[in-house]
Protein backbone atom coordinates (compact mmCIF):
# COMPACT_ATOMS: atom_id res chain seq x y z
CA UNK A 1 0.00 0.00 0.00
CA UNK A 2 1.28 3.30 -0.72
CA UNK A 3 2.63 5.91 2.17
CA UNK A 4 -0.36 7.97 3.46
CA UNK A 5 -0.06 11.44 1.63
CA UNK A 6 -1.65 14.70 2.86
CA UNK A 7 -4.90 14.93 2.10
CA UNK A 8 -6.47 16.10 -1.83
CA UNK A 9 -8.89 18.38 -0.94
CA UNK A 10 -11.13 21.28 -1.97
CA UNK A 11 -13.86 24.44 -0.30
CA UNK A 12 -15.44 23.75 -3.68
CA UNK A 13 -18.77 21.71 -3.54
CA UNK A 14 -18.42 18.63 -5.35
CA UNK A 15 -21.85 16.79 -4.62
CA UNK A 16 -24.97 18.59 -3.44
CA UNK A 17 -28.80 17.61 -2.92
CA UNK A 18 -30.92 20.71 -2.84
CA UNK A 19 -34.45 20.75 -1.39
CA UNK A 20 -34.74 16.95 -1.50
CA UNK A 21 -37.68 15.12 -0.67
CA UNK A 22 -38.39 11.23 -0.89
CA UNK A 23 -40.87 8.83 0.01
CA UNK A 24 -41.99 5.23 -0.84
CA UNK A 25 -45.81 5.44 0.57
CA UNK A 26 -47.21 7.29 2.88
CA UNK A 27 -44.72 10.28 4.52
CA UNK A 28 -42.01 11.10 3.33
CA UNK A 29 -38.50 8.99 4.19
CA UNK A 30 -36.51 12.04 3.91
CA UNK A 31 -38.37 15.80 3.56
CA UNK A 32 -36.44 19.06 1.84
CA UNK A 33 -33.09 18.02 2.68
CA UNK A 34 -30.23 20.42 1.46
CA UNK A 35 -26.46 18.87 1.75
CA UNK A 36 -23.10 20.25 0.16
CA UNK A 37 -20.15 18.12 0.06
CA UNK A 38 -16.90 19.59 -1.33
CA UNK A 39 -14.37 17.70 -3.66
CA UNK A 40 -11.81 15.54 -1.88
CA UNK A 41 -14.16 15.04 1.31
CA UNK A 42 -15.09 11.61 3.41
CA UNK A 43 -18.46 12.45 4.72
CA UNK A 44 -19.68 9.69 7.39
CA UNK A 45 -23.84 9.63 6.90
CA UNK A 46 -24.47 8.90 10.49
CA UNK A 47 -27.90 7.46 12.32
CA UNK A 48 -30.32 5.01 13.34
CA UNK A 49 -31.85 2.25 11.42
CA UNK A 50 -35.06 3.88 9.47
CA UNK A 51 -33.20 7.12 9.55
CA UNK A 52 -32.75 7.36 6.17
CA UNK A 53 -29.63 6.90 4.77
CA UNK A 54 -29.39 4.43 2.40
CA UNK A 55 -32.68 5.87 0.77
CA UNK A 56 -30.82 9.22 0.45
CA UNK A 57 -27.52 6.97 -1.22
CA UNK A 58 -30.17 5.39 -3.88
CA UNK A 59 -31.44 8.96 -4.55
CA UNK A 60 -28.12 10.29 -5.09
CA UNK A 61 -27.36 7.01 -7.41
CA UNK A 62 -30.17 7.45 -9.14
CA UNK A 63 -31.76 3.93 -8.01
CA UNK A 64 -34.53 6.41 -6.29
CA UNK A 65 -36.66 9.14 -7.79
CA UNK A 66 -37.17 12.14 -5.49
CA UNK A 67 -40.40 13.65 -5.26
CA UNK A 68 -39.38 16.88 -4.82
CA UNK A 69 -35.40 18.76 -5.05
CA UNK A 70 -32.54 17.72 -7.20
CA UNK A 71 -29.16 16.09 -7.25
CA UNK A 72 -26.20 18.13 -8.39
CA UNK A 73 -22.72 16.80 -9.47
CA UNK A 74 -20.26 19.32 -10.26
CA UNK A 75 -23.03 21.66 -11.05
CA UNK A 76 -24.70 19.61 -13.31
CA UNK A 77 -28.34 18.59 -12.26
CA UNK A 78 -28.29 14.35 -12.69
CA UNK A 79 -31.86 14.50 -11.27
CA UNK A 80 -33.43 12.94 -14.54
CA UNK A 81 -30.35 11.38 -15.79
CA UNK A 82 -30.50 7.31 -15.36
CA UNK A 83 -28.54 4.97 -13.22
CA UNK A 84 -25.70 4.54 -16.11
CA UNK A 85 -25.51 8.06 -16.93
CA UNK A 86 -24.39 9.04 -13.16
CA UNK A 87 -21.94 5.86 -13.52
CA UNK A 88 -20.43 8.17 -16.82
CA UNK A 89 -20.46 10.90 -14.86
CA UNK A 90 -18.19 9.93 -12.20
CA UNK A 91 -20.59 8.01 -9.81
CA UNK A 92 -19.96 5.10 -7.90
CA UNK A 93 -22.13 2.87 -4.74
CA UNK A 94 -21.69 0.21 -3.32
CA UNK A 95 -24.66 -0.75 -1.76
CA UNK A 96 -24.87 -3.05 1.69
CA UNK A 97 -24.83 -7.07 0.88
CA UNK A 98 -21.42 -7.44 -0.94
CA UNK A 99 -22.75 -7.87 -3.95
CA UNK A 100 -19.76 -9.12 -6.39
CA UNK A 101 -20.56 -11.92 -9.23
CA UNK A 102 -20.19 -15.02 -7.74
CA UNK A 103 -19.57 -17.44 -10.79
CA UNK A 104 -16.58 -15.17 -11.90
CA UNK A 105 -13.27 -14.45 -10.79
CA UNK A 106 -11.75 -12.06 -8.72
CA UNK A 107 -10.00 -10.44 -11.69
CA UNK A 108 -13.20 -10.94 -13.92
CA UNK A 109 -15.25 -9.01 -11.29
CA UNK A 110 -12.70 -6.09 -11.64
CA UNK A 111 -13.20 -5.63 -15.34
CA UNK A 112 -16.41 -5.70 -15.20
CA UNK A 113 -16.31 -2.93 -12.82
CA UNK A 114 -14.45 -0.85 -15.80
CA UNK A 115 -16.13 -1.78 -18.51
CA UNK A 116 -18.85 1.16 -18.11
CA UNK A 117 -15.75 3.61 -18.06
CA UNK A 118 -12.48 2.25 -19.45
CA UNK A 119 -13.72 0.63 -22.75
CA UNK A 120 -10.10 0.01 -23.89
CA UNK A 121 -8.73 -3.81 -23.20
CA UNK A 122 -5.33 -2.49 -22.25
CA UNK A 123 -6.54 0.35 -20.58
CA UNK A 124 -8.66 -1.88 -18.04
CA UNK A 125 -5.68 -3.97 -17.39
CA UNK A 126 -3.93 -1.08 -16.64
CA UNK A 127 -6.50 -0.29 -14.02
CA UNK A 128 -7.24 -3.15 -12.64
CA UNK A 129 -3.22 -4.10 -11.95
CA UNK A 130 -2.95 -0.28 -10.28
CA UNK A 131 -6.38 -1.89 -7.36
CA UNK A 132 -4.19 -4.85 -7.12
CA UNK A 133 -1.48 -2.47 -5.43
CA UNK A 134 -3.79 -1.27 -3.08
CA UNK A 135 -5.93 -4.47 -2.92
CA UNK A 136 -2.80 -6.62 -2.11
CA UNK A 137 -5.41 -9.86 -0.38
CA UNK A 138 -6.76 -9.91 -3.89
CA UNK A 139 -4.21 -9.59 -5.94
CA UNK A 140 -3.46 -12.99 -4.13
CA UNK A 141 -6.96 -14.35 -4.93
CA UNK A 142 -7.11 -13.06 -8.19
CA UNK A 143 -7.85 -16.26 -9.86
CA UNK A 144 -10.43 -17.32 -7.07
CA UNK A 145 -14.36 -17.25 -7.87
CA UNK A 146 -16.73 -14.81 -5.94
CA UNK A 147 -18.33 -17.40 -4.09
CA UNK A 148 -14.65 -19.14 -3.04
CA UNK A 149 -14.00 -15.99 -0.98
CA UNK A 150 -14.31 -14.66 2.64
CA UNK A 151 -16.79 -12.09 3.88
CA UNK A 152 -14.02 -9.64 4.27
CA UNK A 153 -12.99 -10.44 0.98
CA UNK A 154 -15.93 -10.33 -0.92
CA UNK A 155 -16.74 -6.81 0.73
CA UNK A 156 -12.89 -5.56 -0.56
CA UNK A 157 -13.59 -7.16 -3.93
CA UNK A 158 -17.19 -4.57 -4.05
CA UNK A 159 -15.20 -1.84 -2.96
CA UNK A 160 -12.19 -2.17 -5.66
CA UNK A 161 -14.65 -2.77 -8.45
CA UNK A 162 -16.26 0.47 -7.71
CA UNK A 163 -13.11 2.20 -7.62
CA UNK A 164 -11.57 0.70 -10.43
CA UNK A 165 -13.22 2.94 -13.19
CA UNK A 166 -11.76 5.60 -11.05
CA UNK A 167 -15.07 7.85 -9.68
CA UNK A 168 -15.23 11.09 -8.27
CA UNK A 169 -17.75 10.15 -5.77
CA UNK A 170 -17.87 7.06 -3.86
CA UNK A 171 -21.15 5.91 -1.92
CA UNK A 172 -20.61 3.44 0.24
CA UNK A 173 -23.73 1.76 2.19
CA UNK A 174 -22.82 -0.26 5.21
CA UNK A 175 -19.50 -1.61 4.14
CA UNK A 176 -18.38 -3.31 8.37
CA UNK A 177 -21.50 -5.06 8.05
CA UNK A 178 -20.87 -8.91 9.81
CA UNK A 179 -17.22 -8.52 9.52
CA UNK A 180 -14.64 -8.53 11.92
CA UNK A 181 -13.24 -5.77 13.45
CA UNK A 182 -9.93 -6.46 11.89
CA UNK A 183 -10.97 -6.46 8.46
CA UNK A 184 -13.18 -3.81 8.88
CA UNK A 185 -9.96 -2.01 10.23
CA UNK A 186 -8.28 -2.75 6.79
CA UNK A 187 -11.19 -1.57 5.24
CA UNK A 188 -11.37 1.50 6.05
CA UNK A 189 -7.34 2.38 5.78
CA UNK A 190 -7.64 1.64 2.31
CA UNK A 191 -10.38 3.55 1.96
CA UNK A 192 -9.21 6.78 3.80
CA UNK A 193 -5.29 5.86 2.23
CA UNK A 194 -7.16 5.85 -1.12
CA UNK A 195 -9.19 8.78 -0.57
CA UNK A 196 -6.27 11.12 0.58
CA UNK A 197 -4.35 10.03 -2.61
CA UNK A 198 -6.76 10.51 -5.19
CA UNK A 199 -9.15 12.90 -4.05
CA UNK A 200 -11.88 10.68 -4.28
CA UNK A 201 -15.08 12.57 -2.63
CA UNK A 202 -16.54 9.88 0.09
CA UNK A 203 -20.44 9.47 1.46
CA UNK A 204 -19.93 6.44 3.62
CA UNK A 205 -23.20 5.60 5.70
CA UNK A 206 -22.29 3.20 8.53
CA UNK A 207 -23.52 1.99 11.70
CA UNK A 208 -20.13 1.37 13.47
CA UNK A 209 -19.79 5.11 14.22
CA UNK A 210 -16.40 4.92 15.47
CA UNK A 211 -14.75 3.16 12.59
CA UNK A 212 -16.87 5.73 10.35
CA UNK A 213 -15.53 8.77 12.28
CA UNK A 214 -11.97 7.81 12.60
CA UNK A 215 -11.16 8.24 8.60
CA UNK A 216 -13.73 11.28 8.09
CA UNK A 217 -13.28 14.81 7.41
CA UNK A 218 -17.28 15.65 8.11
CA UNK A 219 -19.79 13.67 10.19
CA UNK A 220 -23.97 14.44 9.15
CA UNK A 221 -26.13 12.94 11.82
CA UNK A 222 -29.79 12.16 10.65
CA UNK A 223 -32.49 11.79 12.71
CA UNK A 224 -36.08 10.46 11.17
CA UNK A 225 -35.11 11.80 7.62
CA UNK A 226 -33.69 14.98 8.66
CA UNK A 227 -29.95 16.16 9.03
CA UNK A 228 -29.70 16.65 12.76
CA UNK A 229 -25.77 17.70 13.01
CA UNK A 230 -23.56 18.43 10.25
CA UNK A 231 -19.92 18.96 11.64
CA UNK A 232 -16.25 18.25 11.64
CA UNK A 233 -15.69 14.41 12.51
CA UNK A 234 -14.02 15.01 15.96
CA UNK A 235 -16.72 17.15 17.13
CA UNK A 236 -19.52 14.60 16.66
CA UNK A 237 -17.72 12.06 18.23
CA UNK A 238 -16.58 14.67 21.06
CA UNK A 239 -20.61 14.81 21.76
CA UNK A 240 -22.35 12.90 24.36
CA UNK A 241 -25.70 14.24 23.63
CA UNK A 242 -25.56 13.59 20.37
CA UNK A 243 -23.67 10.22 20.35
CA UNK A 244 -26.34 9.16 22.89
CA UNK A 245 -29.72 10.54 21.18
CA UNK A 246 -28.58 9.48 17.76
CA UNK A 247 -26.20 7.32 17.44
CA UNK A 248 -26.67 4.42 20.15
CA UNK A 249 -23.50 5.14 22.35
Known amino acids: MSAPTEPVTTTRTLLAVEGLTIGYS ?15 AVVALLGANGAGKTTLLRTVSGLVTPRAGRVVLDGVDLTALSVEDRVRRGLAQVPEGRSVVAELSVEENLH ?40 GERQMLALARALVARPRVLLLDEPSLGLAPRVVAQLMEILRETAQRTGLTVLLAEQNVTSALSIADRG ?30
Open 26 to 40: GAPVIEDMDLTIPGG
Open 112 to 151: LGALWKIPGRKERRAAVAELYETFEPLARRRRSLGHQLSG
Open 220 to 249: VVLGLGEIVADAPAADIAADPALRHAYLGF
